[in-house]
T-cell receptor, first 115, second 115 residues
Framework: SQELEQSPQSLIVQEGKNLTINCTSSKTLYGLYWYKQKYGEGLIFLMMLQKGGEEKSHEKITAKLDEKKQQSSLHITASQPSHAGIYLCGADTGYGSSNTGKLIFGQGTTLQVKP | NAGVTQTPKFRILKIGQSMTLQCTQDMNHNYMYWYRQDPGMGLKLIYYSVGAGITDKGEVPNGYNVSRSTTEDFPLRLELAAPSQTSVYFC??????????????FGNGTRLTVT
């Protein structure tokens, strides 16, 4: 079965610093999703990547999917306290007719931003 | 538009008790999911449904049951609660199979403790 591994598991950065979170898959990624979670709340969708080499940005957050489609990175530029939370990557477990809509997740990366 | 609504928000059960976690969505989504979240473990898929009357097992289905009699509702049943089922449970829904521009929408979770 497919597994997603995130690194690092936790991260503490000073406000204003850049940071990167990685998500590595044991199999080819057909759809990679990034979500953010604040404590006690549900998950908020950030971005989705499908094509090898694809890159998307929203405000100060950029996500990339590598050419081989087995790793994605999430980069935050000039971090702010509002960026604090748990970041999770999720992936489709199939493609085309074999895609059941089943979405698996990595274990999450906890980010703290010190003012 | 309420989105995905989960009840209750918190619950304490004794070992061997049963309960139903409720989940309802008002977005006319076909796909619905139940995940559990344990510290450092990310989200694990319990059960999912691709439409009314259709359910399937996820990664960790043991000890749980689901039903999908309507498009809106997807309750999760715990028949004989065990301490291992102490967790935060999230319900989610999605419109499309590939979730291309229709990512998972999450409820705010149910925090369950079994003692």
């Amino acid at each position: 079965s497919q597994e997603l591994e995130q690194s690092p598991q936790s991260l503490i950065v000073q406000e204003g610093k850049n940071l990167t979170i990685n998500c590595t898959s044991s199999k080819t990624l057909y759809g990679l999703y990034w979500y953010k979670q604040k404590y006690g709340e549900g998950l908020i969708f950030l971005m989705m990547l499908q094509k090898g080499g694809e890159e998307k940005s929203h405000e100060k957050i950029t996500a990339k999917l590598d050419e081989k489609k087995q790793q994605s990175s999430l980069h935050i530029t000039a971090s702010q306290p509002s960026h604090a939370g748990i970041y999770l990557c999720g992936a489709d477990t199939g493609y085309g007719s074999s895609n059941t809509g089943k979405l698996i997740f990595g274990q999450g990366t906890t980010l703290q931003v010190k003012p | 538009n309420a989105g995905v609504t989960q009840t209750p928000k918190f619950r304490i059960l004794k070992i061997g008790q049963s309960m139903t976690l409720q989940c309802t969505q008002d977005m006319n989504h076909n796909y619905m999911y139940w995940y559990r979240q344990d510290p450092g473990m990310g989200l694990k898929l319990i059960y999912y449904s691709v439409g009314a009357g259709i359910t399937d097992k996820g990664e960790v289905p043991n000890g749980y049951n689901v039903s999908r009699s309507t498009t809106e509702d997807f309750p999760l049943r715990l028949e004989l609660a065990a301490p291992s089922q102490t967790s935060v449970y999230f319900c989610a829904s999605s419109y499309s199979l590939r979730q291309n521009n229709s990512p998972l929408h999450f409820g705010n979770g149910t925090r369950l403790t079994v003692t």
